[in-house]
């Protein structure tokens, strides 16, 4: 098996105690990799290493252009390697192929439009009245820490690391404990693209009272961007309101999906079953609450349920699987666990299940009252509750009668619906007609439960960055 092992000051090393862990592939059920498995020692090398490249380094220092070029560069290698990087994720964590394939070509955008995105939104000029002049300049914030969950292993990584780099910080990226290998891919393309040490670090291993808390405690970090589950997000918000130090939470959700009788019946259920069982459902922009108004309530079901039974579930390595196994024993295990509920809380299971192995079956749940666990809490997993609707108001509340807000998704040919509807609803994405469609300029996160703050574009900036103002009398 191939070892990988962290990256640090453009190096790859093995733990500072030898330590070692296995990535288990969910298909076979069996390791696949060998990888360092790092602890608070590593984490603060890592952030030493960040420090170092940032303090005296030439990269916050090398302007926009160079980094520009260098990162460009890097997107160039990663679709170079594609298929090692789509291969390593879909080994890590079971997502089919094809979309690991989109996901790598999706990670490799990230890095081109950060690096164009910095490069022209450097600063603003503000003339005054009064003849001074005053403009702003966006500087680095410093050492960042990106930690990353396991469902979009590279995409999610990228996103942070992408505007933190294009911006001037130095990075120290911890991938989760299930999904280690692309980060390590990642991170030794960067040292081929000629990224100077200790500039993107990669330090592997666990979350609590290990790598992850410390890359949230060490005070020579400045900034903080974590995905992952809310409660995680509260502990790692606790840790950096205690030093002060900004944080963005990106967090759980369980996505309202509203169709209305006057939508594109094809067109919904196409994308319906994409927001539930892409990616076996182990999205946190999942639309597991589904909505139907009454009057196509029957049709659409009917159609939702065969697309679902219709889809192609198998060995991710295969080009034509759309659906494959859960990421981690450990994941099947809690995904078992609302399944095991659903009736006992009066639910009905119109199809789906458990399958093979780490499998759980695209799954319809239909008649579930409306606190029953499978309608509250995010599952995570390849299982949507659909509930008939009468009026438009009545889907709004719906829809809103959750402590998450991260996203919603509706369907109707109505233009004015859909502005009305998009305006109401309580989220910090909505999609109308579609659904994971994004544009890296427009602003990413979740309303209570879902995080705080938000990503993207000028709101990455924000983040990222230490904005000044200087105002001269002219
Ligand atoms: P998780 O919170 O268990 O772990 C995420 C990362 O945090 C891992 O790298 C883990 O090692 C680390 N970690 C755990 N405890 C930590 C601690 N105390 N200090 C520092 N680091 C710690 O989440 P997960 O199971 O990997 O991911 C699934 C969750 O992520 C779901 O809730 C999903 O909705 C959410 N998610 C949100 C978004 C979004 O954009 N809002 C995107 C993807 C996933």
Same mark, same amino acid.
């Given at each position: 098996?191939?070892?990988?092992?962290?990256?640090?000051?453009?190096?790859?090393?093995?733990?500072?105690?030898?330590?070692?862990?296995?990535?288990?592939?969910?298909?076979?059920?069996?390791?696949?990799?060998?990888?360092?498995?790092?602890?608070?020692?590593?984490?603060?090398?890592?952030?030493?290493?960040?420090?170092?490249?940032?303090?005296?380094?030439?990269?916050?220092?090398?302007?926009?252009?160079?980094?520009?070029?260098?990162?460009?560069?890097?997107a160039?290698?990663m679709?170079?390697?594609a298929?090692?990087l789509?291969?390593?994720?879909?080994?890590?964590?079971?997502?089919?192929?094809?979309?690991?394939?989109?996901d790598v070509a999706r990670s490799a955008w990230n890095f081109?439009?950060?690096?164009?995105?910095?490069?022209?939104?450097?600063?603003?000029?503000?003339?005054?009245?009064?003849?001074?002049?005053?403009?702003?300049?966006?500087?680095?914030?410093?050492?960042?820490?990106?930690?990353?969950?396991?469902?979009f292993?590279l995409m999610l990584e990228t996103w942070?690391?992408a505007?933190?780099?294009?911006?001037?910080?130095?990075?120290?990226?911890?991938?989760?404990?299930?999904?280690?290998?692309s980060?390590?891919?990642l991170?030794?393309?960067?040292?081929?693209?000629?990224?100077?040490?200790?500039?993107?670090?990669?330090?592997?291993?666990?979350?609590?009272?290990?790598?992850?808390?410390?890359?949230?405690?060490?005070?020579?970090?400045?900034?903080?961007?974590?995905? *992952? &589950?809310?409660?995680?997000? !509260?502990?790692?918000?606790? =840790?950096? @309101?205690?030093?002060?130090?900004? /944080?963005?939470? $990106?967090?759980?959700?369980?996505?309202?999906?509203?169709?209305?009788?006057?939508?594109?019946?094809?067109?919904?259920?196409?994308?319906?079953?994409?927001?539930?069982?892409?990616?076996?459902?182990?999205?946190?922009?999942?639309?597991?609450?589904?909505?139907?108004?009454?009057?196509?309530?029957?049709?659409?079901?009917?159609?939702?349920?065969?697309?679902?039974?219709?889809?192609?579930?198998?060995?991710?390595?295969?080009?034509?699987?759309?659906?494959?196994?859960?990421?981690?024993?450990?994941?099947?295990?809690?995904?078992?666990?609302?399944?095991?509920?659903?009736?006992?809380?009066?639910?009905?299971?119109?199809?789906?299940?458990? *399958? &093979?192995?780490?499998?759980? !079956?695209?799954?319809?749940? =239909?008649? @579930?009252?409306?606190?029953?666990? /499978?309608?509250? $809490?995010?599952?995570?997993?390849?299982?949507?509750?659909?509930?008939?609707?009468?009026?438009?108001?009545?889907?709004?509340?719906?829809?809103?009668?959750?402590?998450?807000?991260?996203?919603?998704?509706?369907?109707?040919?109505?233009?004015?619906?859909?502005?009305?509807?998009?305006?109401?609803?309580?989220?910090?994405?909505?999609?109308?007609?579609?659904?994971?469609?994004?544009?890296?300029?427009?602003?990413?996160?979740?309303?209570?439960?879902?995080?705080?703050?938000?990503?993207?574009?000028?709101?990455?900036?924000?983040?990222?960055?230490?904005?000044?103002?200087?105002?001269?009398?002219?």
């Open positions: 098996m191939e070892f990988y092992g962290h990256i640090i000051d453009g190096v790859e090393v093995e733990s500072l105690d030898g330590a070692r862990m296995d990535s288990i592939d969910p298909y076979t059920r069996e390791p696949w990799a060998t990888v360092a498995l790092g602890g608070r020692a590593d984490a603060a090398r890592a952030v030493a290493a960040a420090r170092k490249a940032f303090d005296e380094g030439p990269w916050p220092r090398m302007g926009y252009e160079k980094r520009q070029t260098l990162m460009h560069r890097l160039d290698l679709l170079e390697n298929e090692a789509a291969l390593a994720d879909t080994r890590d964590m079971g997502k089919p192929i094809a979309q690991a394939r989109h081109r439009f950060f690096a164009d995105h910095a490069r022209l939104t450097a600063g603003e000029n503000y003339p005054m009245d009064s003849g001074h002049h005053a403009y702003s300049r966006f500087g680095p914030a410093g050492v960042v820490s990106a930690i990353a969950p396991w469902n292993p942070k690391v505007p933190a780099l294009a911006w001037g910080n130095t990075v120290v990226l911890k991938p989760a404990e299930d999904t280690p290998v980060a390590v891919i991170g030794r393309l960067a040292i081929e693209a000629g990224f100077p040490p200790g500039v993107l670090n990669v330090v592997q291993g666990y979350g609590p009272d290990s790598a992850g808390a410390e890359l949230t405690e060490n005070v020579d970090v400045d900034r903080i961007t974590f995905t *992952g &589950e809310s409660g995680t997000g !509260r502990i790692i918000g606790g =840790v950096a @309101a205690k030093r002060l130090c900004p /944080v963005s939470l $990106e967090l759980g959700g369980k996505g309202a999906n509203i169709v209305f009788a006057d939508a594109d019946l094809d067109n919904a259920v196409d994308w319906s079953v994409q927001a539930i069982f892409r990616n076996a459902g182990q999205v946190c922009l999942a639309g597991s609450r589904l909505y139907v108004q009454r009057e196509v309530y029957d049709e659409f079901l009917e159609r939702f349920v065969a697309a679902a039974e219709a889809m192609q579930i198998g060995d991710p390595q295969d080009d034509a699987t759309q659906f494959g196994p859960l990421a981690s024993e450990e994941h099947w295990t809690k995904v078992s666990g609302y399944l095991g509920g659903i009736e006992a809380d009066g639910g009905k299971v119109l199809t789906g299940g458990h *399958g &093979e192995g780490w499998f759980v !079956r695209p799954t319809i749940v =239909v008649d @579930a009252p409306a606190d029953a666990r /499978v309608c509250t $809490e995010e599952i995570f997993g390849p299982v949507v509750v659909v509930h008939p609707f009468d009026t438009e108001a009545e889907a709004v509340r719906l829809a809103n009668d959750t402590r998450y807000g991260l996203n919603a998704m509706l369907f109707t040919e109505n233009l004015s619906r859909a502005h009305r509807v998009s305006e109401a609803l309580k989220a910090g994405t909505v999609w109308v007609n579609c659904f994971f469609i994004r544009d890296l300029r427009a602003p990413f996160g979740g309303v209570g439960d879902s995080g705080v703050g938000r990503e993207g574009g000028a709101f990455s900036r924000e983040f990222f960055t230490e904005p000044k103002a200087v105002v001269m009398q002219i």
